[in-house]
């Protein structure tokens, strides 16, 4: 079996969720979780006791859209809609056991993931008549590769008029991986928009300056402007310095309001067939396959 690195409560619930899907029995009592978590991880009772706090807390938020069922004697993996998103998102945070493991290598293929989570999550931002579309390249909608054109084409799909700002064409994406906005019925200017950063890296405070308000509304003729994002599949300890340090400059989404953002939605978006080829991978390197 490998050494896992997990400390913070957060990264022991983590450890905890990724245990219950990999089991084959789909259930722990306490007793025998403790055991496991002081076997593989070396994690006391207390620890536990922390990390299914926390737990409780993301089923309090996420309600059904949670794919655990919490209590004090015993942590079970239940059926819900979006329960291969939430294990891809779960996977896909840096220092995560996949990625400390079977999924060690970032891969375009990671990346990707995220982005399509993240389009279909941003869609209901704002609710019904919400639209979200992923502005890389290349692009399964059609983007041309030319930033200074790609621009233009993102300004059509949105029902803007293109800024008379310069738009070097060798640009990549302007720091912006997905465009969420809804329009009013009169379809007239003035409606809300958001750009959107995504990572998958473990440092995600420089990322927040990817986005520059600034050009970017030179680039699109916006009335009002635009809400930055930064989408990330992990967790953040909302009363902790990191939470703050982050939202003072961008609204972080990160993986439980990706599964909010979800559950609003009457789509199921697909088989997440990436999640199950982890959990099948990572029976091989967990103690908790053999329960």
């Known amino acids: 079996m490998t050494d ?45 006791a922390m990390a299914i706090d926390t737990m409780a807390k993301r089923a309090g938020v996420l309600g059904a859209s949670y794919p655990f069922v919490v209590s004090d004697i015993a942590v079970l993996r239940r059926k819900s809609r979006h ?7 779960l996977f896909l945070t840096p220092g995560s056991v996949a990625r400390q493991t079977v999924r060690a290598s970032e891969t375009a293929e990671m990346g990707e993931l995220l982005e399509e ?11 019904e008549g919400g639209t979200a579309l992923s502005f890389g390249y290349p692009s399964k909608h059609g983007r041309p590769e030319a930033f200074d054109q ?22 990549k994406d302007g720091g912006v991986d997905v465009v969420a906005w809804r329009q009013f019925a009169d379809r007239r200017p003035g409606f809300p928009v958001a750009l959107a950063q995504f990572t998958i890296q473990a440092e995600t405070f420089t990322k927040t300056t990817d986005i520059d308000l600034r050009l970017w509304a030179s680039w699109l003729a916006m ?28 609204m972080v989404i990160d993986r439980i309001r990706l599964m909010d953002l979800l559950g609003r939605g009457s789509e199921d978006h697909g088989d997440m067939g990436w999640a199950a080829e982890t959990i099948s991978a990572l029976r091989s390197v967990m103690r908790a396959a053999e329960l």
Do not use: C
Request: charged fraction near 20%; avoid cysteine; charge should be negative.
């Open 150 to 171: 790609a621009v233009v084409w993102l300004a059509g799909k949105i029902g803007l008029d293109a800024g008379r700002g310069y738009r070097p064409p060798r640009r």
């Open 4 to 48: 896992l690195e997990v400390s913070s409560t957060e990264a022991i619930a983590d450890w905890v969720e990724t245990s219950v899907l990999v089991s084959s029995s789909g259930h722990f009592g306490r007793d025998k979780l403790d055991d496991l978590a002081s076997t593989e991880v070396g994690l006391s009772p207390m620890k536990v």
């Open 83 to 89: 329960a291969g998103h939430y294990a891809a998102l």
């Open 223 to 250: 009335d009002i402007d635009p809400l930055s994002m930064l989408v990330i599949p992990g967790t953040i300890r909302s009363a902790g310095p990191d939470w703050r340090q982050l939202t003072t400059v961008v």
């Open 117 to 127: 989570i993240a389009e279909a999550a941003l869609a209901n931002f704002w609710g």
